[in-house]
């Protein structure tokens, strides 16, 4: 994939199969439990997205702090800094379905 193509060592005419307009997404959990470790060597092809599981208290925590911060920066009225609970608890809401 790296390389945009293989080589087919039994086409002597053509030998050179080149990838076009294709795109590979692959999904993993730990190893264990009938999930195998993949080899560096492997990993080297992909981009690797890790996420950690948090306890709703934490992430309540974390959209409170980057909102608060948004709503400073922002100028907003009273009004809307009021909201910042409800926000919080629909991003929370938001968040787990995805």
């Known amino acids: 994939m790296d390389q945009g193509g ?6 002597n005419k053509h030998p050179f199969r080149q990838i076009e307009d ?3 997404i692959c999904a993993m959990g730990p190893p264990g439990g009938g999930k195998s470790f993949i080899t560096p060597r492997f ?7 890790g996420f950690a599981n948090f306890e709703d208290s934490m992430m309540k925590q974390i959209f409170g702090t ?6 400073k920066e922002g100028d907003f009225k009273d009004e809307v800094l009021n ?6 608890k629909a991003t929370l809401t938001f968040y787990k379905q995805i």
């Open 6 to 11: 293989w080589y087919d060592r039994k086409d």
């Open 22 to 24: 294709c795109m590979v």
């Open 43 to 49: 990993q080297r092809h992909f981009n690797l997205v």
């Open 83 to 88: 909201m910042e609970a409800k926000l919080v």
């Open 66 to 71: 980057i909102l608060r911060w948004y709503f």
